[in-house]
């Protein structure tokens, strides 16, 4: 069992039945009870003559519970060598208490610590919307082996066991129909609300749920690799991975308090010592500067910003590894197709035997397959389920090698079988003449043809068609609304390529690549439009996808190279979903900016008033804090809330 969903589902369980007693969550919001209590307790206390110790025991209750974590956050920095906004926030306090104003420096620490209750809360919401997905495991199922009907722990599901799904279950296992039909609703992988009709034959993703019919699923993948556990497993590894401008601020933060800190000392000595105020009314101000100017939102404005929109994408069936891909989608003018698999369902099947001379039909397929029986190219699929429907007899393969792009082959019953692309093939045997002509009508109609050879002998040509997807037209044409040029990268040959892009509308289309000059395109085509994304499923696609800018892989029909390699997946390959991504990424940058501007302006704005209107501490606390939780909010409620909610009506519109 791999470690991962282990651990996820531990994480799982632990989560939601023990929750320890004295984590942030519990303990930080009765902290600022608490602070909010004694500050009453000492304002009222004063009014009514309480004794001076009780006063100031009730002031130091409200820093001690006010300052907890920021003294326990600024430890921590310091300690790593690098100073925060917190330290800057405590050493305010601690200077309005060295002047005697305790109740300003407790306000302060109240409101400090509100807000960042309030901005843990709000982060956290978008953590859950990922984290939720735990929860779509079913923790037992009933699986039929043999005469038997067993109920065990879905981990201990093995390939190949037929599960039993009744209504309102969910599905445990990535797999397939093998009796029964039902629909499905597969919100939880792709965002699509309206359940899909399965029957046998389909494919069905572990998390989704089985709406009316009775299903048996033959598993197909191990728990630990189907679509949902990926899914956790990358979005565990986005949570951690920065964006580039977070970066930028997080250095940035260290260099901006330290200069605060320093201009405030200077502040703090030199106008009392040049004789221009004296020193208590000036300190009192140094403390409300050092406050208004720290940077809490300006630092907290892009990664509230992107974990929203990561979980908000996450819930639409598009999964970013990551802020940085995030950022650099919405900088994308260039999409890069591969055709197999990811314009095109990639379920092609033979369309057309071409047998050389004195060979039949069944020969021609039996060698073919027997070798594809080994490769997991869509094109092998295809081949095999010929075979198999025309109930010919495989032979074992020995020696088997694939090279993505070109082909396979094998020795088979002691002959050498080559099944590729034919110009690959033809480097052996010329194709004869007889079938050139065939070959290039087959294309012409948006076939691709591949060419069996045995030893230097030719055995046939066999055609497969490739329906594309239905929604790639629509996806192109809204592309191309947003400015965004469509190009295809296929290894298959040109002709096929061409009538298939026709299709689907795309112009640009580059043909007969070999997987290394796939991405050998994609570096033209960065220098010709700057950043570049780039589509794919398979292994071939691989160079490609960790060479784009942002790389997107197919969630369901694609490989795990592709999928590791890639920045972003698409659940239930669902192509149609990289509109929303765009516009969505668009929208993040929006707010990113929208954040930034406003901080800096509030920054600016309170500064002033420290110099101008004599800004009192806790007018200024309100502020700074107030518009810091203002930026997580609007990056909350922009990228997560609306969406979701205007994802919802759209799902019951239709
Ligand atoms: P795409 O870029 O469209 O996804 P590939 O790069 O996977 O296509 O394959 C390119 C060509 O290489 C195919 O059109 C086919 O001619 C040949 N080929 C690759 N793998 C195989 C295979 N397993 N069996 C037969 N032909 C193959
Ligand atoms: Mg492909």
């Known amino acids: 069992m791999n470690a991962v969903t282990t651990n996820s589902q531990q994480q799982m369980q632990t989560a939601d039945t023990r929750q320890p007693v004295l984590s942030e969550a519990w303990l930080a919001p009765r902290l600022v009870a608490l602070t909010l209590l004694a500050i009453?307790?000492?304002?009222?206390?004063?009014?009514?003559?309480?004794?001076?110790?009780?006063?100031?025991?009730?002031?130091?209750?409200?820093?001690?519970?006010?300052?907890?974590?920021?003294?326990?956050?600024?430890?921590?920095?310091?300690?790593?060598?690098?100073?925060?906004?917190?330290?800057?926030?405590?050493?305010?306090?601690?200077?309005?208490?060295?002047?005697?104003q305790w109740h300003e420096g407790a306000v302060l620490l109240f409101l400090f610590s509100l807000s960042n209750v309030l901005q843990d809360y709000a982060i956290g919401r978008s953590r859950n919307a990922i984290k939720s997905l735990f929860t779509l495991y079913p923790e037992v199922a009933k699986v039929r082996r043999g005469e038997k009907v067993e109920e065990v722990k879905i981990t201990e599901i093995e390939l190949g066991d037929t599960v039993l799904i009744e209504p309102g279950e969910r599905i445990p296992v990535d797999g397939e129909v093998s009796d029964g039909s039902s629909a499905v609703d597969e919100s939880a992988i792709t965002g699509e609300s309206i359940p899909v009709d399965k029957l046998t034959g389909d494919r069905v993703y572990a998390g989704t749920l089985n709406k009316v019919g009775i299903l048996d699923v033959l598993a197909l993948r191990a728990a630990e690799q189907t679509t949902l556990s990926r899914i956790i497993k990358l979005v565990e590894e986005a949570q951690e991975s920065k964006a580039p401008t977070e970066?930028?601020?997080?250095?940035?933060?260290?260099?901006?308090?330290?200069?605060?800190?320093?201009?405030?000392?200077?502040?703090?000595?030199?106008?009392?010592?040049?004789?221009?105020?004296?020193?208590?009314?000036?300190?009192?101000?140094?403390?409300?500067?050092m406050t208004v100017a720290s940077p809490c939102a300006l630092i907290i404005s892009v990664p509230s910003a992107f974990i929203s929109a990561i979980?908000?994408?996450?819930?639409?069936?598009?999964?970013?590894?990551?802020?940085?891909?995030?950022?650099?989608?919405?900088?994308?003018?260039?999409?890069?197709?591969?055709?197999t698999g990811t314009l095109t369902i990639g379920e092609p099947r033979v369309t057309d035997l071409l047998c050389a001379p004195r060979i039949t039909e069944d020969e021609l397929i039996a060698a073919a397959a027997s070798?594809?029986?080994?490769s997991e190219h869509p094109l092998a699929k295809a081949i095999v389920a010929y075979g198999e429907r025309a109930a010919v007899t495989l032979s074992r393969p020995e020696r088997f090698s694939a090279v993505p792009g070109h082909g396979v082959r094998a020795r088979v019953d002691g002959r050498e079988i080559r099944v590729g692309r034919i110009s690959q093939v033809e480097r052996v045997a010329t194709l004869p003449d007889s079938m050139r002509q065939a070959q290039s009508k087959l294309e012409s109609d948006g076939k691709t043809v591949v060419a069996v050879l045995r030893d230097e002998q030719w055995l046939g040509l066999i055609a497969l068609a490739d329906e594309s997807r239905a929604e790639a037209p629509m996806l192109v044409k809204a592309l191309a609304d947003a400015d965004i040029i469509s190009v295809m990268l296929t290894g298959d040959n040109r002709r096929v390529a061409e009538s298939i892009a026709a299709e689907i509308g795309i112009e640009r289309?580059?043909?007969?690549?070999?997987?290394?000059?796939?991405?050998?395109?994609?570096?033209?085509?960065?220098?010709?439009?700057?950043?570049?994304?780039?589509v794919g499923d398979g292994i071939n696609d691989a160079p490609a996808l960790a060479m784009a800018e942002v790389g997107i892989a197919m969630g369901g029909a694609g490989t795990d190279v592709a999928l590791e390699t890639s920045d972003v997946v698409l659940m239930g390959d669902r192509l149609e979903r990289i509109i929303d991504a765009v516009k969505l990424s668009a929208l993040a940058r929006r707010v990113v900016k929208q954040n930034?501007?406003?901080?800096?302006?509030?920054?600016?704005?309170?500064?002033?008033?420290?110099?101008?209107?004599?800004?009192?501490?806790?007018?200024?606390?309100?502020?700074?804090?107030?518009?810091?939780?203002?930026?997580?909010?609007?990056?909350?409620?922009?990228?997560?809330?609306?969406?979701?909610?205007?994802?919802?009506?759209l799902a019951r519109k239709r």
């Open 40 to 100: 009453v307790l000492s304002f009222l206390g004063e009014r009514a003559g309480f004794p001076h110790g009780l006063l100031l025991a009730l002031n130091i209750v409200s820093y001690l519970a006010g300052g907890f974590y920021g003294v326990k956050t600024a430890i921590e920095s310091l300690r790593q060598g690098q100073i925060d906004v917190d330290l800057l926030m405590v050493l305010a306090a601690l200077g309005a208490a060295v002047i005697g």
């Open 247 to 289: 970066r930028f601020l997080d250095r940035f933060e260290q260099r901006y308090a330290k200069l605060i800190i320093l201009s405030v000392l200077l502040f703090i000595i030199i106008p009392p010592l040049l004789g221009l105020t004296d020193f208590q009314s000036n300190f009192y101000r140094a403390m409300v500067l």
């Open 311 to 339: 979980a908000s994408a996450a819930r639409g069936g598009v999964l970013f590894k990551g802020g940085a891909s995030l950022e650099q989608l919405a900088a994308t003018k260039v999409f890069a197709f591969d055709k």
């Open 371 to 374: 070798v594809e029986a080994r």
């Open 509 to 534: 289309v580059y043909a007969e690549l070999l997987p290394e000059q796939k991405a050998e395109i994609l570096r033209e085509l960065q220098a010709e439009f700057g950043a570049v994304a780039m």
């Open 596 to 649: 930034i501007a406003f901080s800096l302006a509030v920054i600016a704005l309170l500064t002033l008033g420290v110099f101008v209107v004599e800004l009192p501490l806790p007018l200024g606390v309100l502020g700074h804090e107030g518009s810091t939780v203002i930026v997580v909010l609007n990056g909350l409620l922009s990228l997560l809330l609306l969406p979701e909610i205007r994802r919802r009506r």
